[in-house]
């Protein structure tokens, strides 16, 4: 641990949910072991997840009132109404609580992060003379896609699959090499809403004091390049951050899906991992938002099964649409059990996932490509299968697949002879075998750009002077 002296007080408002927690508060274990007082806002919404104070003795929790309940059924259908109802509910007792906290504070002026998405509280800190910075939590290439998704609408560019042909949807975007319109950022079908939501985002990063963004120019150079270009701010790219944490950051992430009468994540899943053979298993999670229709649900549960090779999967509540979790699994195969009993498949709530891909029993990870999941397979070095769903998983499966090349693209819809070939490819070719070299590579990468001297760290150190200079 490095610049132990006392630093000014920082204060962070993640945005509840689960993407979005881990990154902010592996900033905070970061920015904490370097000297920083903490202060964590948090919304009641997730208060479960991240108020386990236990976890974090050293900070302090403030939480933000709001009428927001439901967050539970927040899914990649409703996810921008949610952000909009956040933002408008809890503009008022945020102001209400920094100036409590600043009216307390003897020291000088805290500095604030804000996740990008609390567009509404960046003009609060403004009003209130609070120096904030932006946490974007995704990539540098999806921060890009943001800023230029208003320009292409414009342009007739536009990734919604009911209104654009199929070759249409294969073409290049000049603009974003090196995407296809198919990997534009979609969430939903209201193109007007979603518009209207990365301008607000768009806008939040332009007026913060600098952006901190979980990625390396290890990884994206021309990407953070071009960002540093359009928006002349400061850009801190120090990702990735959950290798920066402390315990409990750096292992566990602060789960917001407790699993009824068990530990919040699956720890058993571990023991089971612990049976089986080097890199021969399948960990198959889609993070905590993306929902498969059944018919995929399906063809992903036969092509599993009949690929013969081992798989952890998490199903979470929710993530099979309209069906409980018992309804959902395909009679036959898994309703009575046989492969769970014959020991081939685990199937869990979820899991502890970055401890998950450090095992060395598994072999490949079938993702929805979220920018965590994303990285957090990079970190360990463990190759993928791409299935995106929405927002920026469509653009990080072109980087997985094309770019870095450890993965195989997977879209939906889903067929299990499909979803067998992918699997077998990836656990039993040398195909899968170089892609995996390949991620081994970039594990080794990510290593040295956090280690002392490498560009995430050096990052790490700038940002904390600038913290100190605003
Ligand atoms: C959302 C969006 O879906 C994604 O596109 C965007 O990049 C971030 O916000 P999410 O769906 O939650 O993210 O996926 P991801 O970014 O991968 O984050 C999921 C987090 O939950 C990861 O840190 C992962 O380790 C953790 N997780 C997931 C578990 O710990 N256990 C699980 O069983 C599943």
Excluded at 301 to 322: D, E, H, M, Q, T
Excluded at 394 to 421: C, F, I, S
Aim: glycine share 6%.
């Amino acid at each position: 641990m490095k610049n132990q002296r006392r630093r000014r007080q920082v204060l962070l408002f993640p945005f509840p949910l689960q993407g979005h927690i881990n990154p902010m508060l592996a900033l905070a274990s970061m920015l904490h072991s370097r000297g920083s007082p903490i202060t964590i806002f948090h919304t009641h919404y997730n208060s479960g997840a991240i108020d386990r104070s236990s976890k974090h003795p050293s900070y302090r929790f403030i939480e933000i009132p709001n009428q927001v309940s439901n967050f539970r059924s927040s899914s990649q259908d409703n996810v921008l109404s949610l952000i909009r109802l956040l933002n408008d509910n809890c503009t008022e007792p945020f102001h209400r609580h920094l100036a409590q906290v600043l009216s307390d504070t003897d020291d000088d002026t805290p500095c604030l992060v804000l996740d990008m998405h609390w567009y509404k509280m960046n003009p609060v800190a403004k009003v209130l003379g609070v120096p904030t910075l932006v946490l974007r939590t995704g990539s540098a290439a999806s921060l890009n896609g943001f800023i230029a998704l208003p320009a292409l609408y414009r342009k007739g560019i536009l990734p919604s699959r009911a209104q654009v042909a199929e070759w249409e949807m294969e073409a290049a975007v000049e603009e974003l090499p090196p995407l296809k319109v198919k990997d534009m950022i979609a969430v939903g079908n209201d193109r007007e809403e979603l518009l209207s939501f990365v301008a607000l985002d768009a806008e939040n990063a332009r007026t913060s004091a600098g952006i901190i963004i979980n990625t390396s120019d290890a990884l994206e150079s021309a990407e953070l390049e071009k960002l540093r270009s359009d928006l002349s701010l400061p850009v801190f790219a120090v990702g990735p951050l959950h290798k920066f944490a402390t315990r409990p950051e750096a292992t566990n992430s602060s789960s917001l899906w407790p699993v009824q009468g068990r530990q919040d994540e699956d720890r058993m899943c571990m023991e089971w991992l612990d049976s089986q053979d080097p890199r021969s298993v399948l960990y198959v999670s889609f993070g905590s938002l993306a929902s498969v229709d059944r018919s995929d649900f399906t063809e992903m549960a036969w092509g599993l099964a009949n690929s013969g090779r081992p798989f952890l999967w998490v199903i979470r509540p929710g993530s099979v649409k309209g069906l409980l979790l018992d309804s959902a699994l395909p009679d036959g195969l898994f309703g009575n059990g046989t492969a769970i009993r014959s020991g081939i498949a685990k199937i869990v709530e979820w899991a502890p996932q970055r401890d998950v891909l450090k095992h060395r029993a598994v072999g490949g990870f079938w993702t929805h490509c979220g920018w965590n999941s994303t990285l957090e397979a990079l970190t360990e070095g463990v190759p993928v299968i791409c299935t995106p769903f929405f927002s920026d998983q469509m653009g990080n499966t072109r980087y997985m697949a094309d770019v870095w090349k450890v993965g195989v693209e997977l879209r939906v819809p889903l067929e299990r002879g499909r979803v067998e070939g992918a699997i077998r490819r990836m656990l039993t070719t040398g195909d899968g075998e170089a892609m995996r070299a390949r991620a081994q590579e970039l594990q080794r990468v990510l290593a040295n750009a956090n280690e002392e001297g490498g560009s995430s760290c050096q990052a790490a150190d700038d940002l904390l002077s600038f913290l100190s200079s605003l």
